[in-house]
Every structure is written in structure tokens, then in C-alpha cells.
């Protein structure tokens, strides 16, 4: 006689209550799957190295007293180049910036023939260069498909004497795709801003950030006047900075711009 094999099944109420417990699973687990997928969207690689760079520089400054001007002295292990930037750091006794700068593009289509100086060019489908009278001549430039950004790390207050300063930094994207290196922020009514052609990434809404502290005040406004041209009037207003440290520091800023 043909013996029947048994198979388990699961009660009406045991696939109900295995359909709770998977549902809530899916539910505890796929919030935190798309906000990881999100996050990586909204933090691109040069944000993510700009502000490992920025948070690298404030705690260097707050131990050293003055910016690192490598970038191999953060310690943090970010290559100068990767495939779509370049990564370079800029400093002086008041700040440092770092830039995020890209390195690729997209090369234009073009057509099998160019009328545009009256004469017939032989071109080449996805490539950028033409043969008129059988010399090599460029067509279009690269087309650019990523943004630019920089980052600057400043002092806003505090007493280098005694070692209790504050830093900040702001970080600032190019409003279109670029192959240039994104101007640096600029000090405009004692406030860190972005330049034009640029925006804050962090709070689009705000204006930048406020130099609060006179004595740092006075040493933007001397850099500034320096880096214009006003030598003169830029040492006379550092001469009135209180904190001997900071007046140091905005001679030795006006001393790089001289050279």
C-alpha cells in the first residue's frame, strides 16, 4: 500500500499572523533603505570631501593656532584627484579654502559637414575635431556637466592668547556646470557669503556667516582692502585690531598679497 506523504501547512491564523510580523519588518526596514538611498543623492562626492576637509581644518586650527597648508597635514586621507574633480587647498594666516574642482566633460555632437565659415569641413559623428584643408582644428570646447564648489574655514571670534576661538565654515556651489575652479567666498558687511554665479548649499536662504567679533572684524576688512589694491589703509586699520595675535596674523595676510 502506497504510503502519503504528510505536508505541513500553516492555519488560517498563523498566515495572518506571519503576514503582520513580515509587514511590520518591511515597514521598520524600508524607511531606513530609502533614506540611505536619498542621502547618497544629496551628498555628492565633493560635498562629502569638502566637509570631511572643512571639519579636518577647523580642529587642526583650534590645536595649531594657524591652517594646515597641505592637505596631507589633515590626516584624512583624500586624494588630490578622482575621477570627476580635483581637489586642491588654498590657505592664508586668516582662512583657508578648499576647492572642489571638475575634471570632466562631455563632448559635444557634431555634424558630418560645417557650413559655419562657408567652406565645406570634413568632421567626424562623437568626435570634437574637424579636418579643414587638412589641418586639425577644434570644432566645440568640452561641455561641462558637473558644478563646482569651494569651501572656507575662517575665524569668527575669539582670543588666540588664550586659545578659545571659534571657526566656521561655508560651503558654496556654482549655480551651472564649470571646468574652472569656482571662485572663493568673499567678506562683504562683515558676513562670509557666497560670491555671484554661486549659492550656498547648506541654507540657500541664508546670507553667509556673521563675523560678530570686532577684532576679526577689522582683520577682514584690512585683507579685503589689501587684496584691492589699498595697502596703505588696510595696515592702518589693522594697526587698530586690540588682539595682538590677529594683528599678526592680518599683517602677515597683507604681506602674501604683496607678493
Known amino acids: 500500500m502506497e504510503r502519503r506523504r504528510k505536508f505541513w501547512r500553516l492555519s488560517p491564523i498563523e498566515s495572518i499572523v506571519t503576514v503582520i510580523i513580515l509587514g511590520i519588518l518591511g515597514a521598520i526596514a524600508l524607511p531606513s533603505l530609502l533614506l540611505q538611498k536619498v542621502c547618497a ?37 583624500i586624494p588630490e584627484q578622482t575621477e570627476n574633480y580635483n581637489y586642491s587647498l588654498h590657505t592664508t594666516p586668516l582662512y583657508a579654502i578648499h576647492y572642489a574642482t571638475p575634471r570632466k566633460g562631455k563632448s559635444p555632437q557634431v555634424d558630418a559637414i560645417d557650413w559655419s565659415k562657408g567652406k565645406e569641413i570634413l568632421c567626424f559623428q562623437n568626435i570634437i575635431w574637424c579636418i579643414p584643408l587638412g589641418n586639425w582644428q577644434k570644432k566645440d570646447e568640452i561641455k561641462p556637466i558637473f558644478k563646482g564648489y569651494a569651501s572656507m574655514v575662517v575665524f569668527v571670534s575669539g582670543n588666540l ?29 562683515n558676513t562670509l557669503m557666497c560670491p555671484t554665479g554661486t549659492k550656498g548649499y547648506r541654507n540657500k536662504k541664508s546670507p553667509g556667516i556673521k ?17 584691492t589694491g589699498e595697502r596703505d589703509r588696510a595696515l592702518q ?3 587698530t585690531i586690540k588682539d595682538t595675535k590677529v594683528e599678526e596674523k592680518v599683517l602677515g595676510a597683507i604681506a602674501a598679497v604683496e607678493k
Not at 578659545?164 to 575652479?181: D, G, M, N, S, Y
Not at 567679533?213 to 576688512?221: E, G
Open 211 to 227: 563675523i560678530r567679533d570686532r577684532d576679526w572684524q577689522l582683520a577682514y576688512q584690512s585683507f579685503n582692502l589689501a587684496e
Open 41 to 77: 543623492c544629496q551628498e555628492p562626492e565633493p560635498l562629502n570631501y569638502l566637509g570631511v576637509m572643512s571639519r579636518a581644518q577647523r580642529a587642526y586650527a583650534l590645536e595649531y593656532e594657524h591652517f594646515a597648508t597641505a592637505m596631507t597635514d589633515l590626516g584624512i586621507g
Open 237 to 239: 586699520l589693522a594697526n
Open 161 to 189: 592668547d588664550t586659545q578659545e576661538v571659534q571657526t566656521a565654515h561655508l560651503i558654496c556651489e556654482t549655480r551651472k556646470p564649470t571646468l574652472k575652479r569656482p571662485p572663493k567666498p568673499i567678506f562683504k558687511n
